[in-house]
């Protein structure tokens, strides 16, 4: 038996990807899990193959969270024991990002998380536990170039499960920031998406499972910080001891990036 074990789980954003492989884990795991995503035919595909229950929501909206809570409690009858908001959108480029980027990123890679969080750690709290993870990438704790709503989302997502941590975790709820860097899914640039593509590589990208693995041994392990890429802790430490080094190693990769775009066109 594991902590996973006979748990009702939803998970966000798991009609594939980091989501997906989740889900897939902790069905392994012996969870009862409900996935839910935007996109309908991929959605019951994955729930099908898994054996997870769908349910087709926009949770970057307060009444698409409440959606997923009721469905979620009414399907398998009693509350869920862990949420993990897992659904997140990289929209926009540099300061041309639209209004409407910015305000679809708030809504989906911060406030769905907090609305979650609104109708869960009430009634978790009368209990005594409940589990409340967040997907919320090493962007959340270094930075990202080319994309500032992603970047300054991730960094809310990751402070808002701290606080989270913080504020409740004396009283029983466990909380878990998943941070890893490259993944291999939708979100992530290919090798001829561009100049930045080129300066970041892909020789350190991981298979969504390998995330979902880190996830698992992180709650096992008790540590808040879900590390995919463990050099990220090391980066995240260096960042904080020495911050214009860091900054100034990010405006030279910066600059790598600016030539590379010139010499493209």
Same mark, same amino acid.
């Given at each position: 038996?594991? #902590?996973?074990?006979?748990?009702?789980? =939803? /998970? $966000?954003?798991? +009609?594939? @990807?980091?989501?997906?492989?989740?889900? &897939?884990?902790?069905?392994?795991?012996?969870?009862?899990?409900?996935?839910?995503?935007?996109?309908?035919?991929?959605?019951?595909?994955?729930?099908?193959?898994?054996?997870?229950?769908?349910?087709?929501?926009?949770?970057?909206?307060?009444?698409?969270?409440?959606?997923?809570?009721?469905?979620?409690?009414?399907?398998?009858?009693?509350?869920?024991?862990?949420?993990?908001?897992?659904?997140?959108?990289?929209?926009?480029?540099?300061?041309?990002?639209?209004?409407?980027?910015?305000?679809?990123?708030?809504?989906?890679?911060?406030?769905?998380?907090?609305?979650?969080?609104?109708?869960?750690?009430?009634?978790?709290? #009368?209990?005594?536990?409940?589990?409340? =993870? /967040? $997907?919320?990438? +090493?962007? @959340?704790?270094?930075?990202?170039?080319? &994309?500032?709503?992603?970047?300054?989302?991730?960094?809310?997502?990751?402070?808002?499960?701290?606080?989270?941590?913080?504020?409740?975790?004396?009283?029983?709820?466990?909380?878990?920031?998943?941070?890893?860097?490259?993944?291999?899914?939708?979100?992530?640039?290919?090798?001829?998406?561009?100049?930045?593509?080129?300066?970041?590589?892909?020789?350190?990208?991981?298979?969504?499972?390998?995330?979902?693995?880190?996830?698992?041994?992180?709650?096992?392990?008790?540590?808040?910080?879900?590390?995919?890429?463990?050099?990220?802790?090391?980066?995240?430490?260096?960042?904080?001891?020495?911050?214009?080094?860091?900054?100034?190693?990010?405006?030279?990769?910066?600059?790598? /990036?600016?030539?590379?775009?010139?010499?493209?066109?």
């Amino acid at each position: 038996m594991t #902590e996973w074990t006979d748990r009702t789980v =939803v /998970v $966000t954003g798991a +009609a594939r @990807g980091i989501g997906a492989a989740i889900a &897939q884990r902790l069905t392994d795991e012996g969870s009862r899990v409900v996935v839910t995503d935007v996109l309908p035919d991929e959605l019951t595909e994955t729930a099908e193959a898994i054996g997870a229950h769908p349910v087709t929501a926009d949770i970057g909206t307060e009444d698409g969270v409440r959606s997923v809570v009721d469905q979620a409690r009414a399907h398998f009858g009693g509350d869920i024991d862990v949420w993990v908001g897992n659904a997140g959108v990289a929209r926009g480029e540099g300061l041309e990002s639209s209004e409407a980027e910015w305000s679809s990123s708030w809504e989906i890679n911060v406030l769905a998380h907090v609305r979650a969080a609104r109708l869960l750690i009430p009634g978790w709290l #009368e209990r005594g536990h409940g589990r409340f =993870v /967040v $997907t919320a990438s +090493a962007a @959340g704790l270094l930075t990202i170039l080319g &994309q500032p709503t992603y970047a300054v989302t991730k960094h809310g997502a990751e402070a808002f499960a701290e606080w989270l941590a913080a504020t409740y975790g004396h009283r029983g709820i466990d909380v878990h920031a998943i941070c890893p860097q490259g993944v291999r899914t939708d979100m992530y640039p290919g090798p001829n998406d561009g100049a930045l593509a080129a300066v970041i590589g892909h020789d350190g990208a991981l298979q969504p499972a390998d995330v979902a693995d880190a996830l698992v041994k992180a709650v096992a392990a008790e540590e808040f910080l879900v590390l995919p890429h463990p050099e990220v802790k090391d980066y995240f430490a260096f960042r904080a001891s020495n911050t214009d080094k860091w900054l100034g190693g990010m405006q030279r990769l910066q600059a790598r /990036v600016d030539q590379l775009g010139a010499d493209e066109k």
